[in-house]
């Protein structure tokens, strides 16, 4: 089944930028979507990006409308690795991010349900 595995958090400034990786393993074509969710402390987990893993380059990317314009997702074209690049980050980012693999057909990309799969989360912290 798939393993996914998240690096690369830390802490940084407001305003700097991060790069997370989720390391993905044994994806199926029933796993349409990779995401990223996160999670603030007394906060619901929230939806932040997601790529439709056979549809890079063709429109297959999805962004929460709090992280537009500032977090790109993409991966890399020769090996199972989806990345997670964020610009001009707010303390309001901070939070434990979650990479997420979908199952089934009929599926809101985001929404939590979607996703059968999750990694153990990485940690970013974005102080003033």
């Known amino acids: 089944q798939v393993q996914l595995v998240e690096s690369g958090g830390r802490l940084v400034q407001t305003g700097h930028s991060l790069q997370l990786s989720c390391a993905v393993s044994g994806r199926t074509a029933s796993n349409y979507y990779i995401g990223w969710f996160r999670q603030a402390p007394g906060k619901e987990r929230e939806f932040v990006s997601a790529?439709?893993?056979?549809?890079?380059?063709?429109?297959?990317?999805i962004y929460a409308d709090s992280v537009r314009g500032r977090f790109s997702i993409s991966r890399a074209n020769s090996e199972n690795i989806m990345y997670l690049q964020m610009s001009s980050l707010k303390p309001e980012d901070t939070a434990v991010y979650y990479c997420?693999?979908?199952?089934?057909?009929?599926?809101?990309?985001?929404?939590?349900?979607?996703?059968?799969?999750w990694g153990q989360g990485t940690q970013v912290t974005v102080s003033s």
């Open positions: 997420a693999a979908s199952q089934g057909l009929l599926l809101v990309p985001q929404s939590r349900n979607a996703y059968a799969y």
């Open positions: 790529i439709a893993w056979s549809r890079v380059g063709a429109g297959g990317t």
